[in-house]
Structure formats: structure tokens, C-alpha cells
């Protein structure tokens, strides 16, 4: 079964308020991964960790993978509108990639 | 234009018969995969395919079937054996399975049985 658990499922904030969510893996990850999917859309890569203690940022998206590689979280500064949507992370297992619960964000104007 | 394309976007069968979904990519992947995704859950595995003609099952492969004979098709069938089939069907490849490349989604197919 699924080894990836993500924290929280769902999340509402105002609009210009900070988002996070977590990820929790019971291995060890040779790097994790994230997407984002809109409601009614599919999933859309947005960025992958490898290395222990990695930090990454895509405006105002930040990433970090935990230094046991068995924990990340994807950080939100500020949201807006266009970032509702599910996020998810993803680890590798074997030959195939195990996707977490997710986290569903709505944004309140 | 590369990319993964699923047909149909919508699906509707009759409960009791097989119906199969289509998934093509141009991307020259080798790795394909096919997910489940019911509301408020995650994308749960079906079956992946790391190369043409060998196939493997994924967490929730009972009452699907698949088959890879073209390096560019991998097409889902749900089967009368499946006890619930309306979901969300995503299809999606990568350079090569596991670790360090990103998966590729198509639009999905949202199959309604009725």
C-alpha cells in the first residue's frame, strides 16, 4: 500500500495568508517529488528534491526535503487565488512512484 | 506538439460491460503508467509499464487489464470484474521508472458506469 502520507488533506486560508503542507514517508526516499493539480485538471510536475536538507524555491513556493530524506513540505508565502488546487508529493518505491493523499488548498478573497 | 493525450474525456457505460481507455504518448517514454483518483484521495496505482510487452500491477489491479504493444500506447480496460469503476483515470509516462524523472499526465477520463 501507499507509504507517502501527506498532512493536512484539506486547508482553507484567506487570500495573502502562508500555506504549508507535509509529507511524511516510513523509508527512507532517494528523492521526492511534487505536483500541483487544478480542480478539474491533472497533475503538473513542479519541482524534485534529491539531496538531504535540500532547499528550493520557485517564487513564492518553497520546498525542503528533511535532512533523513523521509520528510518534505511545500510552503506558500502570501497565497492568491491561483494557487488553489491539490498538491502532491511523490516518492519513489521500487519501479514505481507512490503518490501521497494530498493536500486540497482553497483560497478565500 | 509533445505531450500524453487520453480519449475519450468523458465515458459513460452500462454496468456489466468492458470498456477500455486510451492513452498515447509522443514524448518517447518508456515508462507508462495508469492511476485511479476517486474524490478527495489521492492517485492510487493500477498497472505501469516500463517497457514495451512487459507490464506490472500496481496497489488496485484487480478487475483492470492493460496491454503495451507499441512503445507510444498503453490502454486501460475495466473490466465487468471491477466493482466500482467510476473514477478518475489518469494516465502518465516518464523517461524510465523510479527515481529522479518527472511524471507526465494526460487530461484524464472520467468513466460514470450507470
Known amino acids: 500500500g501507499q507509504q507517502v502520507m501527506q498532512i493536512p488533506q484539506y486547508q482553507h486560508v484567506q487570500e495573502g495568508e502562508d500555506f504549508t503542507t507535509y509529507c511524511n514517508s516510513s523509508?527512507?526516499?532517494?528523492?521526492i517529488q511534487w505536483y500541483k493539480q487544478r480542480p478539474g485538471g491533472h497533475p503538473v510536475f513542479l519541482i524534485q528534491?534529491?539531496?538531504?536538507?535540500e532547499v528550493k524555491k520557485q517564487k513564492r513556493l518553497t520546498f525542503q526535503f528533511g535532512e533523513a530524506k523521509k520528510n518534505s513540505s511545500l510552503h506558500i508565502t502570501a497565497t492568491q487565488t491561483t494557487d488553489v488546487g491539490t498538491y502532491f508529493c511523490?516518492?519513489?518505491?521500487?519501479?514505481?512512484?507512490?503518490f501521497g493523499t494530498g493536500t486540497s488548498l482553497t483560497v478565500i478573497p | 506538439d509533445g505531450g500524453i493525450t487520453q480519449s475519450p474525456k468523458y465515458l459513460f457505460r452500462k454496468e456489466g460491460q468492458n470498456v477500455t481507455l486510451s492513452c498515447e504518448q509522443n514524448l518517447n517514454h518508456d515508462a507508462m503508467y495508469w492511476y485511479r483518483q476517486d474524490p478527495g484521495q489521492g492517485l492510487r496505482l493500477i498497472y505501469y509499464s516500463q517497457i514495451v510487452n512487459d507490464f506490472q500491477k500496481g496497489d488496485i489491479a484487480e478487475g483492470y487489464s492493460v496491454s503495451r504493444e507499441k512503445k507510444e500506447s498503453f490502454p486501460l480496460t475495466v473490466t465487468s470484474a471491477q466493482k466500482n469503476p467510476t473514477a478518475f483515470y489518469l494516465c502518465a509516462s516518464s523517461f524510465r521508472t523510479g527515481t529522479n524523472t518527472e511524471a507526465f499526465f494526460g487530461q484524464g477520463t472520467r468513466l460514470t458506469v450507470v
Open positions: 528534491l534529491v539531496k538531504s536538507g
Open positions: 511523490a516518492g519513489p518505491k521500487g519501479n514505481q512512484f507512490y
Open positions: 523509508t527512507t526516499l532517494s528523492n
